[in-house]
């Protein structure tokens, strides 16, 4: 679903895209923003194996050259200012694919790192949990975009949901814009 979104995203858009995969794995949607043409794509994870793994889908997909695979913890201040050096300006696009109690915390990460009218694509939740992950984000800083959902296999079975939220302009900046 978020690859979906990031497809839809990336198609829509004519300028350089700058991408950010927290949590990337096995790299795939890292992969796919560097193929959808986003430039820069930087694919952090915590654990080695998962860099490794990320580096070696890259390098199987031909966009090796594209995408920068990094270990680190996203809350270091040391790593924190590694990604501001690969994008002073924020990230267009924040790629999210976790867990429910990590994404309910990760609007303190993403803040400062994604610019004003970028996304953050978050999956990695069921459909039962998405109201205490889209609760955690401050509508007054987003809005939501596009909300899917899998289709249930059975009526009482929870399923994977994913949303797109975009962040609104800071106050002031439209009327300031438009008096240019």
Avoid: K
């Avoid at 920068?68 to 690969?86: D, K, Q």
């Amino acid at each position: 679903m978020v690859l979906e979104s990031l497809e839809d995203h990336l198609c829509s858009r004519r300028s350089r895209t700058r991408v950010l995969d927290v949590g990337t794995g096995s790299g795939i949607l890292a992969v796919a923003a560097a193929l959808l043409g986003a430039r820069p794509v930087v694919a952090v994870d915590l654990d080695p194996v998962a860099v490794r793994a990320a580096a070696e889908t890259a390098a199987a997909n031909r966009v090796a050259g594209t995408i920068r695979s990094c270990e680190g913890n996203c809350r270091e201040p040391a790593f924190a200012a590694e990604l501001r050096g690969l994008a002073p300006a924020g990230f267009d696009v924040i790629l999210a694919n976790l867990s429910a109690d990590v994404l309910t915390d990760f609007w303190s990460f993403a803040r400062p790192r994604l610019r004003p009218g970028g996304r953050v694509l978050l999956s990695g939740f069921l459909h039962g949990e998405a109201s205490r992950v889209l609760r955690s984000f401050p509508r007054e800083e987003l809005r939501t975009a596009e909300i899917r959902l899998e289709l249930p296999e059975a009526p009482e079975t929870d399923t994977w949901a994913a949303a797109a939220l975009e962040r609104r302009a800071p106050p002031g900046a439209r009327q300031r814009a438009a008096a240019r």
